[in-house]
């Protein structure tokens, strides 16, 4: 083992005996394009409604529930897919969300909700997951299409333009803190602050 | 003579008969009153859903014991074993910071009349009493009358 690895070292430490220097310069650039083309390509590919349920435990549980919603179903047309709130848009946090999800990979493999039963047990762990990741970041994702500068207030219902022009406005709340369950149904909500 | 008999017969036999299609036909019309005598294999235009009342106003009550009606829409809003999103703002807790008004003392009695820390479950499912308001026309004639108006009238005729 220890030789292989000191052969590999040596390789690399030696400078190319049968290829250019324009050869080497070039190819890499051009192998660079193609491995990060692809891997952002895949990273886009796991990053779409169709990917997300394609696992039952989305299909069957929470895409059921956001159908009827405002966020699927609404006059003007305008969808928010599962990664536009689940997912952070920005590059960097994206990938460390992704990372993150790898914890769901493993929940895929071993079967933590792959039944109805079990995803009901799960519900408010999970939920609390996503409400306490969006009370960190300060409801980002729903802020990346609802920005609090370009509200019209008056355009709002009495009762949402002095909860927004109050709470909101002054930082005191974030979007979660009174929207929890706007897209999914919402696990036992006893002990929840707000509740 | 024969000639007459059998009339007569004949009548008797079909008076059933004529009376049973009249009775028939009354039923049809009273029943279609919704559907307004569409023909039972036609279909009227679908009419438009009407806009649910969001301006947070109170709505008179039309007598003393009537549930308050909803005067916002509550689209999504869930109210089953996991949730009360009503209770989110109406319950005794919440009104301080929703400003919504509480829910009566009743919906924390029960039916010995007890006072209980939480909603009584019988209380529990708001829809079941309150509703909100569209905006649109009865689709039935309503000839109530408010019980205040009719003392007034009693009054004024005497």
Redesign the interface.
Known sequence: MKKMLLKAWYTMRRPSVHYSLGFLVLGGFVAGIIFWGGFNTALEATNTEAFCISCHEMQDNVYQEVQPTIHFTNRSGVRATCPDCHVPHEWTNKIARKMKASKEVWGKIFGTINTREKFLANRKRLAEHEWARLKANDSLECRNCHNFDYMDFTAQSDRAAAMHSTSLASGEKTCIDCHKGIAHQLPNMDSVEGW | MKYLLTTCFALLLCSPMAMQSVSANDEKTNIATLRNHTPIEGQQPTKSIPKVI???KVQMRNYPMQPPLIP?TI??Y?VN???N?C??CHSRQ?TAES?APMVSVTHYMDREGNFLAELSPRRYFCNQCHVNQTESKPLVENSFVDMHKLMKQKSQQQ
Do not use: P, Q, V
């Open positions: 969001n301006n947070d916002h689209r999504g869930e074993l996991n949730s999103k209770m989110a919440r400003l």
